[in-house]
Structures are given as C-alpha cells and as structure tokens.
C-alpha cells in the first residue's frame, strides 16, 4: 500500500511538472493540460503536505528564495507591472513542487526518476526523428509555442525546426520543450546530476549521444566536448568515447558536404555552418549577440531598477541573454535572478571537501559548464529550469556533507507512523 502511495506522489510530482513551463503540453494538448490543470495538481500537492507532513524547507534555498520573492514584490509597486505578479505565482508555485518533492519522494528517487524522465523523452526524440527522417512518421498537429512560432507535433516529440524532403522530413527534435535547445539544455543537467550523484558512466555517453543525434545543437556539442575533454578524457574510455563522437560527426557532416541535395545543404545550415565565422568575426548562427548589447544599453540607461518586464522595447528582451534580467529588473533584481548559480558556485568555491580536505576537481568543471551552459540559454525565471537548478544544490550540499537528506525509505517510515 505504501509503495502504491509513493509511486501516486511521484505521478503527481512529475504531473505537475508538465503541465508547467518550458513543457509545452498545454500548447499541443490544450484540453489535457493547462493553467486549470496546474493549479488543481498544485491544490493537490498543498494539501497532501498539509495532511501528511508538517512543510518542511531546506534552510539554504529559503535563504536564497525569500528575497528574491520579497524583491519581485518591490519590483511589481514599483514599475507598476502586472506581470510580476504572474511570475511571482509561478516562483512559489515552483517551490511549492520542489518542497513536495524533496518531502515525500527523497532526493534519490528524485534525481532518479529526472534522469528518467530525460532519458525517455530523448529515446523517443531519437525514434521519432528517424521515422520522420524515413517518411513514416509525419506531424499529427500544428501549434504554436510561447514565443509564437509555429511547432510540429510528431507525437513523439516536438519541434520547431523540420525541413521537408523527398522521401520525409530532418527534424530538430524538442522533446516535450519549446525547441531543440531546451531539449539539450535540459540533458546537461541530466549529465550533471548524473555525475554528481548516480555516478553511472554509460549512462552519460548515452544522454550525450542521444542528445547530440537528437537535437543537432552546436552548442550541446561544444559543452559535451569540453565535459568528455576535461572529466572523461582523464580515463581511456572517455578518450574512446570523445573520438568516436567526433568520428561519427565529421563523418556525417563530410557525407553531407558532398551531398548536393537541398536536404543536405538545409541541414549543414542549420547544424555546422552556425559556428563558421563570418568576415566580421561573428558566428552565422549568432542570433543573441545583438540582443545582449540591446540589453546591456538598457541596463545603462536605468541601472538600479531597470525597465521593467514590460518596459523593454520589442525585440529587446529574451532569457537567452545574460543581460536581459539586468536590464528588465536592474543590478539587485540581475544578481538575484541567477542567485540559484551564484550560490552552487559558492558550494564549490568556498566550501572545503569535509572528507578530502580539499575542492573537487569534478565539481569544479561541471559547475563551470553548467554557467557555459547558460550563455546560450540562462533561464532560471521559474519551472522545470529552477527545479533542475535546485536538484544540482541539493545534491552537491549532500555530496559536500553540508546536510542531510533523508533517503526515500526514512521518509516512507515517518509517513507510516503518520497514517
């Protein structure tokens, strides 16, 4: 019976998540998922830690959530802007999720079942890409993504990106996400927890390769090289494992290269022709240069408290720049924005190895690369990107013995006497 209840929270955990941004659900299935749905889901949640448990939050992320929230309050009286409010709601709603997680499911079963949850939604991006690439496979339904462009619902996966050709369609896979790069965004966390907590090492050649066959994202391939180049290559199965994927791509992109199709040449553009260099010194697939200088000539103009979430002028703003929260929220509003990076940064620089005497090498480079990982896509306003962010603290303050997390069967026995 216990475990019946277990496996219902962790359903209703990951329910949730779905039904909440980046998941794009609600956009493909609208009758199924939604904001109605979300809110009942979290009612749900609410009222099962009411029940069952007395709240319980990690001291560190309180520390770190209250003045973000109290901030965006600030912000919201001080711009005049109803949409603080909406992102607030989601702030809580999102430590809402997490502090149910954490509570009734474990941190093992946790960073368990999200490197499941990743590792089915790429299987089925890998599948659902080849059968589209084949002919067998073809859109069940158009939609639009938050942004307003058109996506493809392949059932399963989704995507923003699809060339049509004579015999199918190369697609970009999403997964359940907005766009490929969510999809391979999301992978590296997979592979960060992976390292930091399973330790299973098939497991990360697996991830990467799927990701990188799936998606096709440029920049997925460059933080995975310098992952294999500085953790993995440091054994002779890492070594292996980076030839044979460079191997594998420079033979896909040389067959493509002699390919004079349309196909060939759609896919070259949208793959390795992004990082050619262009006369001038920038990339052919840079599309986020020119908003972080927009960003960053707002954030001059009004460094305290900045524009605004609605204050930007068209075209200026977008979470895939750095500068953007500077210049939407200001110096205090940017730096609590990424406080979540700031503070695991802190974990692994200041924070001695209790065991070891000394900081670990590991943890170094992943957080190193999780913060490259965010060049291109440094979003943590709320959802699936902060409870991911929060899964690495929990799981590095544990790894450094910084604090105790009750394993899921510790947590089933209180429960127990609870019931």
């Not at 001080?78 to 149910?100: E, K, N, P, R």
């Amino acid at each position: 019976m216990l475990k019946k209840i277990n496996n219902i929270r962790v359903m209703l955990f990951w329910l949730t998540i779905f039904n909440f941004t980046p998941f794009t659900f609600s956009q493909a299935y609208p009758s199924l998922f939604g904001k109605h749905v979300f809110v009942g889901l979290v009612l749900v949640l609410i009222l099962d830690l009411l029940i069952n448990q007395k709240i319980k939050f990690n001291r560190y992320i309180l520390f770190i959530s209250v003045p973000v929230i109290i901030y965006q309050f600030i912000l919201f009286y001080v711009h005049d802007d109803s949409s603080y409010v909406g992102f607030l709601f989601a702030l809580i709603m999102t430590y809402i999720i997490f502090c149910y997680g954490l509570t009734f499911i474990g941190l093992s079963r946790m960073a368990n079942s999200f490197i499941y949850i990743m590792m089915t939604m790429l299987a089925l991006s890998v599948i659902g890409s080849f059968l589209a690439l084949i002919g067998i496979l073809e859109p069940f339904s158009t939609f639009s993504n938050p942004d307003g462009r058109v996506a493809y619902n392949y059932l399963l996966t989704f995507t923003n990106s699809q060339t049509i050709t004579n015999g199918g369609s190369f697609i970009r896979a999403a997964g359940f996400f907005d766009e490929p790069g969510a999809l391979a965004f999301f992978s590296f966390y997979a592979i960060v927890v992976n390292e930091l907590y399973l330790k299973k090492n098939k497991l990360t050649a697996i991830i990467a390769l799927s990701t990188v066959i799936a998606t096709w994202s440029m920049g997925f391939v460059i933080i995975i090289s310098l992952y294999f180049l500085f953790i993995k290559c440091r054994k002779l199965s890492g070594v292996v494992m980076l030839l044979l994927t460079i191997a594998f791509l420079l033979m896909t992109f040389s067959y493509l290269k002699a390919d004079s199709s349309p196909m060939s040449k759609r896919v070259l553009r949208l793959t390795i022709d992004r990082v050619v260099v262009n006369d001038n010194g920038s990339f052919q697939g840079d599309n986020r240069s020119h908003l972080l200088y927009r960003a960053a000539e707002e954030f001059a103009n009004n460094p305290l408290i900045g524009a605004g979430r609605n204050g930007l002028r068209d075209g200026d703003y977008a979470g895939a720049n750095v500068m953007a929260p500077f210049a939407r929220d200001g110096i205090v509003g940017g730096l609590l924005y990424f406080s979540l990076y700031i503070f695991l940064v802190g974990i692994v620089m200041l924070k001695i190895r209790v065991n070891k005497g000394f900081i670990s090498y590991k943890e170094v480079v992943l957080v190193f690369l999780l913060g490259v990982n965010f060049l291109h896509r440094p979003n943590l306003d709320a959802g699936f990107e902060t409870i991911s962010m929060l899964i690495v603290i929990i799981v590095l303050l544990q790894r450094n013995k910084l604090l105790h997390i009750r394993n899921n069967d510790e947590c089933s026995k209180q429960l127990t006497e609870n019931l």
